[in-house]
């Protein structure tokens, strides 16, 4: 049975106006105003874990700082509220925030996970008569705009000796490209994982090309340069905690899968499919992580993608120490 005591405090760290801070073995439990807040934004997924064990809250406690949870569908849309100053800090894959950054957007990467080019591939139809990469010119594929596969598809064209514009594009978020790829609207479809381990899964997909040798695929984890300035501290301890988060997971994926299909509402063996080709490690982001993301970005202008050419030294990673 819950406390009073414990559902007082978690009302506290939701609501960012205090924290309770429970001393052991003291009879007189002292609360301490917080004198900060870490708004976190997030997707479904590893934050979400993290979220649930309240690991982040303990360790942050002590510094007189609460914390607030909002989630997302996309990385995209908590790019935005980042720009607008609604969160501190968030998730997402290696395109979002070059567009974000095209269009002003005051980001600092304060993480980056391993490189994982097997949760990302272009799917096909079973029985369908593309069997290479070559096969897709002309061919309708259906992608989220913005997002990582987006950068994935232009390099994978590439090294196939394809160009971007090779291909019908067609711009659908994840539910809706299901449905299309599933109904025959489209030729192909570039997905991440869990999504890519769903439609193996449920709708017999053949995978043509995971980023394996193409692009790193790697996930970031954002704040704005204001938050990064105040509070290094703050963020010092949050990449600590995901990252026991990402060790625990790589030593017991059969648990981890059972604990992510009740978060994102899957099939336990889809989540088993998607452990299996995961990599799991992540850490502050290094200058040399950060001209991976230059080279998305000058991509990108070369394509006509964003508006402008970016220099990220302004996004210069945030020493954490």
Do not use: C
């Not at 996309?74 to 609604?86: D, K, M, S, T």
């Not at 002003?104 to 799917?123: D, F, K, M, N, S």
């Not at 010092?236 to 299909?261: G, P, Q, R, T, Y």
Request: proline share 5%; net charge positive; no cysteine.
């Amino acid at each position: 049975m819950t406390s009073p005591l414990h559902i007082r405090r978690r009302q506290f760290i939701a609501t960012g106006a205090a924290i309770a801070s429970l001393g052991a073995g003291v009879a007189a439990l002292a609360q301490k105003p917080a004198s900060r807040v870490l708004r976190i934004g997030h997707q479904k997924g590893w934050l979400s874990i993290l979220k649930a064990r309240g690991t982040l809250e303990k360790r942050l406690a002590p510094l007189g700082v609460g914390i607030t949870w909002t989630e997302f569908n996309a990385g995209p849309v908590q790019l935005e509220a980042l720009n607008v100053g609604a969160i501190d800090f968030g998730d997402v894959g290696e395109a979002p925030p070059i567009f974000a950054q095209a269009a002003g957007a005051p980001l600092v990467y304060a993480g980056a996970t391993v490189p994982r080019p097997r949760l990302e591939a272009v799917i096909v139809p079973k029985d369908s008569s593309i069997k290479t990469v070559a096969d897709l010119k002309g061919k309708k594929i259906a992608f989220n705009k913005g997002s990582n596969v987006q950068y994935f598809l232009v390099k994978l064209l590439e090294k196939n000796g394809l160009k971007y514009g090779d291909v019908q594009s067609v711009f659908l978020p994840p539910a809706d490209a299901r449905a299309a790829f599933q109904k025959g609207a489209v030729d192909a479809w570039i997905i991440w994982d869990p999504f890519l381990a769903a439609a193996q899964k449920t709708l017999d997909a053949r995978l043509l090309a995971d980023a394996t040798g193409v692009v790193n695929n790697r996930g970031y984890y954002f704040t704005s340069r204001d938050f990064a300035t105040k509070n290094t501290d703050v963020l010092k301890i949050a990449i600590e905690e995901i990252n026991v988060i990402d060790s625990w997971a790589a030593k017991n994926k059969v648990a981890a899968a059972s604990e992510l299909s009740a978060v994102l509402g899957l099939d336990k063996s889809i989540t088993e499919l998607y452990l299996s080709r995961a990599a799991y490690g992540t850490a502050p982001v290094t200058r040399e992580i950060l001209a991976e993301q230059q080279v998305i970005a000058d991509t990108f202008f070369e394509l006509k993608l964003i508006p402008k050419k970016l220099n990220l030294l302004h996004a210069a990673p945030v020493d954490l120490g």
